[in-house]
């Protein structure tokens, strides 16, 4: 079957830097997602990683290993305003999304 | 990027009642397509929605319980049928759009059962 593993929750400092794993194993591969989502908002688009290595978008960068099913989201400089859910999913074979259970972050002054 | 409102944003229903969601987007879009995401957990795909052919539901999901309607390339309905509490949800319209396909997501409307 189709899966993506994520913590289910992490707690950070403000200033500090945090690292939000995601697995997959899925049946093909065209791309993984990241989304936030703010407590009663809808999720909303990242980063998205479909070749091996590091993508940076200011304090937010998405890497991608293929070959180990592997990304992780990195979120620098953390501000109060990052507290949410960061949802990992990955496009399959049919372009499917299949979406990860979400990491609920937790920031602390 | 596509704006997307969703109508109405909460709604508090009895048990084997009906309720439609509405999801207008202000430009044509081939593809939307209707999530459900229970409290605390993550999004599951309830059917892809394309304008002019039958709606393509996910496993676990079936038409005589979410009727979707796709008028024209602007707008879809979604209908949660005969309700049970088991139905209380957020239900979230998006559709795929810009340089990798990403999907965007419509505001949600808040669905409680009692």
């Known amino acids: 079957g189709q899966n993506i593993d994520q913590p289910t929750e992490m707690t950070a400092t403000e200033g500090a830097i945090v690292q939000i794993n995601c697995t997959y194993q899925?049946?093909?591969?065209?791309?993984l997602f990241w989304y936030q989502q703010h407590a009663g908002e809808a999720p909303t688009f990242l980063s998205y990683?479909?070749l091996d290595g590091l993508e940076e978008k200011g304090r937010f960068s998405s890497f991608l290993s293929r070959s180990k099913g592997y990304s992780y989201l990195l979120l620098k400089e953390l501000q109060m305003k990052d507290s949410a859910s960061y949802l990992c999913?990955?496009?399959?074979?049919?372009?499917?999304?299949?979406w990860g259970a979400g990491t609920k972050l937790i920031i602390k002054p | 990027s596509a704006v997307i409102s969703q109508k109405p944003s909460r709604d508090i229903c009895q048990r084997g009642t009906s309720l439609t969601i509405q999801c207008q987007v202000d430009?044509?879009?081939?593809?939307m397509f209707w999530y459900r995401q229970q409290p605390g957990q993550s999004l599951t795909l309830i059917a892809t929605?394309?304008?002019?052919?039958?709606?393509?539901?996910e496993s676990g999901f079936v038409i005589d319980k979410f009727p979707i309607s796709r008028p024209n390339l602007t707008f879809s309905t979604l209908t949660v049928s005969n309700m049970s509490p088991e139905d209380s949800s957020i239900y979230l319209c998006?559709?795929?759009?810009?340089?990798?396909?990403?999907?965007?997501f419509g505001p949600g409307t808040r669905l409680t059962v009692l």
């Open positions: 998006s559709l795929a759009q810009g340089d990798y396909n990403e999907q965007f």
């Open positions: 430009s044509q879009v081939t593809m």
């Open positions: 929605a394309n304008q002019g052919s039958e709606a393509t539901y």
């Open positions: 899925t049946s093909g591969f065209n791309g």
């Open positions: 990683n479909v």
């Open positions: 999913a990955v496009s399959d074979s049919n372009y499917q999304l299949i």
